[in-house]
């Protein structure tokens, strides 16, 4: 079986269990139940709250790099701290938690694989004590934000025309076709349904394996690479917020190691909700041969 | 302490598949409903038993999916 392209990205719930508590080692839960943590989490661990701690609450953007570099600090992490990031919802929101550190340079972030349920499934130890970090002595300087791993709306629709581009939407198959305005449950947050014309369905948890680890290098070349994502062109993956987007982002960049990936976090509650925006509904279109 | 009883379900509501997880954990059963695909949480519920938690799950989750509108495409 192949390798990752990167497999130093994700450790493994043992690797925590020896290793989570190591000096230079902070594991962060990131759930999309923001409450789950409270319930219980891997002893020692810190919880950021998706909706609060990792965005801008004024603003509709990811951290600034000021808050990020103050969240840094108060949870105690430096720049050459090795952070596991691990989460619901096979690592959703931890992705998306992830790929902000990535976006601010930091070097040794990873994810637990199989994240929260896995670790939950195998009975490993758990604590509710909410965990408060030390600070850490020195100031976190973060490095200018690396663009190269995000997409905005400009470049998103500059590719829609072009056409050299592989756009990946990778939320249900009821949201891409336009059957649905939000996932099953959640309220509706945008005006119009369907997708960004020309982009591929490929739902994000298909990355997955049933106990939440991703799936092989060869699981995951058979996923994406019939609906053109195979590292020949830049790819952009979208969802609805852009944290579903995230775990994708995450599979393309590191597990399959594609060098042209981003994530569009304004995704479809931006699109969706623009005038005059081409919209397309219905099915799914096949790759391009 | 350690999770307990650990177990996974696919259930259907109203025509919505829903996944549930259910474990024991310090006396008490924790049950979270989701909906599978794309895997939004949409219950989480702490009680006594394990009848009791799902049940008041599948509730809730059915309260959030009966508020959800299909468009024909």
New interface residues.
């Given amino acids: 079986m192949a390798q990752y392209a990167h497999p130093e990205m994700l450790v493994t719930t043992a690797w925590v269990a020896e290793h989570g508590k190591d000096p230079n080692v902070c594991v962060v839960e990131v759930d999309v139940d923001t409450k789950a943590y409270d319930e219980g989490h891997v002893p020692g661990a810190l919880g950021w709250a998706w909706n609060t701690q990792l965005c801008d609450t004024t603003v509709r953007d990811i951290l600034q790099k000021t808050q990020y570099e103050k969240l840094m600090r108060d949870s105690g992490i430096t720049k050459d701290t090795t952070v596991v990031i691990y989460g619901d919802s096979n690592n959703w929101f931890a992705a998306w938690a992830l790929w902000q550190m990535k976006v601010y340079g930091h070097k040794d972030v990873r994810l637990m694989d199989g994240g929260r349920k896995k670790w939950i499934a195998e009975g490993r130890d758990m604590e509710t004590t909410a965990n408060k970090a030390t600070p850490a002595a020195q100031p976190y300087e973060a490095s200018a934000p690396d663009l190269s791993l995000r997409a905005f709306l400009p470049q998103v629709q500059e590719a829609m025309k072009a056409g050299n581009t592989v756009m990946i939407d990778v939320r249900s198959p009821q949201e891409f076709t336009g059957e649905i305005l939000a996932p099953p449950g959640l309220p509706e947050t945008c005006q119009r349904g369907g997708h960004i014309p020309g982009a591929h369905s490929v739902p994000w948890g298909k990355a997955c394996n049933d106990d939440g680890t991703f799936k092989s290098v060869e699981e995951l070349k058979a996923l994406y690479g019939p609906e053109g994502a195979d590292g020949s062109r830049p790819l952009i993956a979208y969802c609805r917020i852009g944290e579903r987007s995230s775990h994708t982002w995450f599979v393309l960049k590191y597990l399959l190691g594609y060098g042209n990936v981003k994530n569009y976090d304004g995704s479809w509650t931006e699109w969706g909700n623009l005038v005059g925006a081409p919209v397309e509904r219905g099915a799914a279109q096949k790759a391009q041969a | 302490?350690?999770?307990?009883d650990?177990s996974?379900r696919d259930v259907d509501i109203d025509g919505?598949p829903v996944h549930l997880?259910t474990?024991r954990?310090?006396g008490k059963y924790?049950t979270?409903a989701?909906?599978?695909?794309?895997?939004?949480?949409?219950a989480?519920i702490?009680a006594d038993t394990k009848q009791e938690a799902e049940d008041k799950a599948i509730a809730r989750?059915r309260e959030?999916?009966g508020?959800?509108?299909?468009?024909?495409?």
């Fill in positions: 302490m350690k999770p307990e650990y996974e919505w997880i474990y954990l310090d924790h979270k989701d909906n599978v695909s794309p895997g939004a949480n949409l989480r702490v989750a959030l999916l508020r959800t509108r299909r468009n024909a495409v």
